[in-house]
């Protein structure tokens, strides 16, 4: 199953540079990276990035995360993955420009 990160275009370009992250500092302050399932992405970048550009959205594997990865209860009672470990951009499948358009990101049709 794939799941997903919504960066900063700056937080991306130290993923690539570092080769690893800790995440953003929501992450850094709450211990663990947020992930979003394809069904909770829209909504999240809705409430937490609205307005900002430059985005990427990166997708990642659960069963290569390991049993660092929980899925744990949070916005509207859902279960979210989060990962309680550092992140290795080679455990990034793949990852696509998030663009404004009309106040809201376009997120790819392929991201099932």
Same mark, same amino acid.
């Given at each position: 199953?794939?799941? !997903?990160?919504?960066? %900063?275009?700056?937080?991306? /370009? =130290?993923? $690539?540079?570092?080769?690893?992250?800790?995440?953003?500092?929501?992450?850094?302050?709450?211990?663990?990276?947020?992930?979003?399932?394809?069904? /909770?992405?829209?909504?999240?970048?809705?409430?937490?990035? +609205?307005?900002?550009?430059?985005? $990427?959205?990166?997708?990642? =594997?659960?069963?290569?995360?390991?049993?660092?990865?929980?899925?744990? $209860?949070? %916005?509207?009672?859902?279960?979210?993955?989060?990962? !309680? %470990? %550092?992140?290795?951009?080679?455990?990034? /499948?793949?990852?696509?420009?998030?663009?404004? /358009?009309?106040? +809201?990101? $376009?997120?790819?049709?392929?991201?099932?």
């Amino acid at each position: 199953m794939l799941i !997903y990160k919504i960066f %900063r275009d700056a937080e991306w /370009q =130290d993923l $690539v540079t570092a080769g690893e992250t800790a995440g953003a500092p929501i992450d850094l302050a709450d211990g663990f990276i947020h992930f979003s399932t394809a069904e /909770q992405a829209a909504e999240t970048a809705a409430k937490h990035f +609205a307005g900002v550009e430059g985005l $990427v959205l990166a997708a990642c =594997d659960t069963d290569e995360l390991g049993e660092a990865l929980t899925w744990e $209860v949070s %916005r509207g009672g859902a279960l979210f993955p989060h990962l !309680y %470990r %550092r992140l290795k951009l080679s455990e990034v /499948q793949t990852h696509w420009p998030l663009p404004l /358009q009309d106040g +809201a990101h $376009v997120f790819p049709e392929d991201m099932a």
